[in-house]
């Protein structure tokens, strides 16, 4: 008997990841955003550096993906075409718009040694994202983020910015079109029941208000803390 391939059992394990974080997310009705990632150019900057360059450098976009990233967040990266999907759970397109943006900001400002070859990177992302999922099939939610990067004219807009482009999916796009609800109340509520009764009563001001917050929220506001605390970047806190 044969051991099986290590890919293959990395491709199991990453499959069973998803599956459980989207049925985490469909049971409790939470929202999913997945961001898709290619090199601009790919065939060109392959050619110019060679296809072993071309997997180290895919490597080291991947390990510099992981810091921006939660821990329960899921990064694959495909060897063949040279794509990386992160799954993004209990987060909505907004969270999900907020990370891309940062990542192109970020990766257009890096350069990268491969040998004599000093490389920089322009990347393209799409984003797609399901407010509350119908089902924990994944492969519906990730054929459909693949596919922007594959056909942008029909799936998706082109958001320029940092010589790198943002795709949006149909639903990422009409998701972050929905109004933001103001949140200068809510706010202005808080600090006064702070103030009224003090520091050691402000988790219990601040528990009704909190209570309320999806979950998705409540995740985010964890990463702000962390950052607070530590005084080191989460990656996450600003989506």
Do not use: W
Request: with cysteine.
């Amino acid at each position: 008997m044969t051991s099986e391939p290590l890919q293959n059992r990395i491709e199991s394990h990453n499959q069973l990841a998803i599956q459980q974080a989207l049925s985490l997310c469909h049971r409790h009705q939470h929202p999913v955003s997945l961001l898709a990632l290619d090199v601009a150019e790919l065939d060109k900057l392959r050619a110019d550096i060679g296809e072993a360059r071309m997997e180290t450098l895919v490597s080291l976009l991947a390990e510099h993906l992981q810091q921006y990233k939660r821990c329960e967040d899921l990064l694959i990266t495909n060897a063949d075409n040279h794509v990386m999907l992160v799954v993004l759970p209990a987060t909505d397109v907004r969270g999900g718009h907020q990370l891309a943006k940062r990542l192109l900001s970020r990766f257009a400002s890096e350069e990268f040694q491969l040998d004599e070859f000093q490389v920089e990177v322009s990347l393209r992302i799409a984003l797609h994202g399901c407010e509350q999922l119908e089902s924990a099939d994944p492969y519906p939610l990730i054929d459909a983020t693949l596919a922007i990067l594959e056909s942008v004219g029909s799936l998706g807009s082109v958001e320029s910015g940092d010589d790198a482009q943002l795709l949006l999916s149909d639903q990422a796009r009409e998701a972050l079109n929905v109004p933001l609800e103001p949140t200068e109340t809510l706010t202005a509520n808080l600090l006064s029941q702070a103030r009224r009764k003090g520091d050691n009563e402000l988790l219990d001001a601040l528990k009704p208000a909190l209570s309320e917050l999806p979950e998705s929220e409540r995740m985010k506001l964890v990463d702000h803390l962390l950052d607070l605390s530590t005084g080191i970047g989460s990656g996450l806190s600003g989506h």
